[in-house]
């Protein structure tokens, strides 16, 4: 994938082996890790080495793009920024970042060249999201790039080894134009 | 410290890599300080982003050399940029080079990097002897270079570009030999 979208102060990039310490670092943090479903805890080398073997595959497979979110000022990693496929023209969109990188408007700003991609390049007909009902930064992030409530669902975290009520959002491809073009 | 198949050199703190553009917008607001440039022969000051590319460029074009090995010092806890370190070949053996941005000095990230060129160098590279100059008023690199075990070798005038005027220089060197003690030690 050489598409490395750029934003005032982001630069997205396939994330590689070399991230695994700050990788680790960041998802092996219990606060960031009980947000998200599918990061189990305590979260290893080992883990995230399968987890970019998948990455890597899924993005040849062209079902998943996960974009390693660096900071462009020095090169930090903070987070990750990902869009997977799922039924019909619906795309999954999530993320996640290290605590020290919170509340800095990181998340919005990286997300909006990744749903671009989404809509604009793989198709997307929907981008889909949950945010579990304990994070409600996550949801105000979700709220603030147009994404609206479709319902609730109990949904498992690994993290915590418990289920999670998680609300499920939704932006369609016309919603997304919309917001642009306001 | 080992060297990947990716031609990366990891040590316990960092990771040395090949600089990419995406490095730019790190690389200029470390570089572009007088206090950096001024120990260096060839930084120019004010460094700007057209330095970057064409530091960048420059390596391009020498990468299938095989004469100069230039890699970004990164920090593996956050893969922040702090620096850069290369080795040069030149008559009379490969030349250590490198330099760190402010905030990351006096923490021995140099001295751990430096090393990893050093092994590299001897390792990879079969060099007989790495040498490197430090500009007189810059004592902090000759105690990085002393640590490795570099020796003095003499004093030369060399020109740097940051001030516009040559600088006594300390030239330093490292055999192999002495390379091989320390390493066993």
């Given at each position: 994938?050489s598409?490395?979208?750029?934003?005032?102060?982001l630069?997205?990039?396939p994330?590689t082996?070399?991230d695994m310490?700050?990788?680790v670092a960041?998802?092996n943090?219990?606060?960031?890790?009980k947000?998200?479903?599918?990061?189990?805890?305590?979260?290893?080398?080992?883990l995230f080495r399968e987890?970019l073997?998948?990455i890597?595959?899924?993005?040849?497979n062209?079902?998943?793009?996960?974009f390693a979110?660096?900071?462009?000022?020095?090169?930090?990693?903070?987070?990750?920024?990902a869009?997977n496929?799922?039924?019909?023209g619906?795309?999954?969109f999530?993320y996640w970042?290290?605590r020290?990188?919170?509340g800095?408007g990181y998340?919005m700003?990286?997300?909006?060249?990744v749903?671009?991609f989404?809509?604009?390049d793989?198709?997307a007909?929907?981008?889909?999201?949950g945010w579990?009902?304990?994070?409600p930064?996550?949801g105000?992030v979700?709220?603030k790039?147009?994404?609206?409530i479709?319902?609730?669902?109990?949904?498992r975290?690994?993290?915590r080894?418990?289920?999670?009520l998680s609300?499920?959002?939704?932006?369609?491809?016309?919603q997304f134009a919309?917001?642009?073009a306001? | 410290?080992?060297?990947?198949e990716?031609?990366?050199?990891e040590?316990e703190?960092l990771l040395l890599?090949?600089p990419?553009?995406r490095?730019?917008?790190?690389?200029?607001?470390?570089a572009?300080?007088?206090?950096?440039?001024?120990?260096?022969?060839?930084?120019?000051h004010?460094y700007?982003?057209q330095?970057?590319?064409?530091f960048?460029?420059?390596?391009?074009e020498?990468r299938?050399?095989?004469t100069d090995?230039?890699?970004?010092?990164?920090r593996?806890a956050?893969?922040v940029y702090?620096?850069?370190?290369?080795?040069h070949?030149?008559?009379?053996?490969?030349?250590?080079?490198?330099w760190l941005?402010?905030?990351?000095?006096s923490?021995?990230?140099?001295?751990?990097a430096?090393?990893?060129?050093?092994?590299?160098?001897f390792d990879?590279?079969?060099?007989?002897?790495v040498w490197?100059?430090?500009?007189?008023?810059?004592?902090?690199?000759?105690n990085?270079?002393a640590?490795?075990?570099?020796?003095?070798?003499?004093?030369d005038k060399?020109?740097?570009?940051a001030?516009?005027?040559d600088?006594?220089?300390n030239?330093?060197?490292l055999s192999?030999?002495t390379?091989?003690v320390?390493r066993?030690?």
């Amino acid at each position: 994938m050489s598409f490395h979208p750029t934003t005032q102060r982001l630069i997205l990039r396939p994330p590689t082996l070399t991230d695994m310490p700050a990788f680790v670092a960041i998802l092996n943090d219990f606060a960031v890790a009980k947000n998200l479903q599918k990061v189990p805890h305590p979260y290893t080398g080992t883990l995230f080495r399968e987890d970019l073997a998948r990455i890597d595959a899924e993005r040849c497979n062209g079902t998943d793009f996960a974009f390693a979110v660096t900071r462009a000022m020095d090169g930090a990693l903070i987070g990750l920024c990902a869009v997977n496929r799922g039924r019909g023209g619906d795309w999954e969109f999530g993320y996640w970042y290290g605590r020290t990188y919170w509340g800095q408007g990181y998340a919005m700003e990286a997300a909006r060249p990744v749903m671009r991609f989404a809509f604009d390049d793989m198709g997307a007909e929907r981008l889909t999201a949950g945010w579990f009902d304990d994070n409600p930064a996550s949801g105000a992030v979700l709220h603030k790039l147009g994404f609206a409530i479709t319902g609730m669902a109990r949904v498992r975290s690994m993290a915590r080894g418990a289920e999670v009520l998680s609300n499920r959002v939704q932006l369609t491809r016309e919603q997304f134009a919309r917001k642009k073009a306001a | 410290m080992c060297l990947t198949e990716s031609g990366f050199l990891e040590s316990e703190r960092l990771l040395l890599r090949r600089p990419e553009r995406r490095d730019i917008p790190a690389i200029v607001p470390l570089a572009n300080d007088y206090d950096v440039a001024k120990n260096l022969s060839t930084m120019p000051h004010p460094y700007t982003a057209q330095d970057g590319e064409a530091f960048l460029a420059r390596l391009d074009e020498k990468r299938d050399n095989r004469t100069d090995f230039v890699f970004a010092i990164t920090r593996k806890a956050d893969c922040v940029y702090m620096g850069s370190i290369g080795l040069h070949q030149r008559d009379e053996g490969y030349e250590l080079g490198y330099w760190l941005g402010k905030p990351y000095w006096s923490q021995g990230y140099a001295t751990e990097a430096a090393w990893s060129l050093v092994v590299f160098a001897f390792d990879a590279l079969n060099a007989d002897l790495v040498w490197a100059g430090w500009f007189h008023d810059n004592p902090r690199s000759g105690n990085v270079l002393a640590k490795l075990g570099c020796v003095p070798k003499g004093f030369d005038k060399r020109h740097c570009l940051a001030r516009g005027m040559d600088i006594g220089c300390n030239l330093v060197t490292l055999s192999r030999e002495t390379f091989c003690v320390r390493r066993a030690a």
